[in-house]
């Protein structure tokens, strides 16, 4: 418990890199979620395109 405290303590001395490095990586996870769906949804429309002019789905 006592290294959680100290590295907890650590984090906040500099404020403002601590707040650059968390924005930094909610905006990484946030733009790699986006671009996720954004893939699966182009492979789904991709396969309804496939599927509604050819021979449909066998």
Do not use: C
């Amino acid at each position: 418990m006592n290294n959680f405290i100290i590295a907890w303590r650590n984090l906040w001395r500099n404020k403002r890199r601590t707040l650059i490095t968390v924005s930094s990586i909610f905006f990484g996870v946030f733009l790699a979620v986006i671009m996720n769906s954004m893939q699966e949804g182009s492979y789904s429309s991709m396969i309804d395109n496939v599927v509604k002019f050819y021979s449909g789905y066998i």
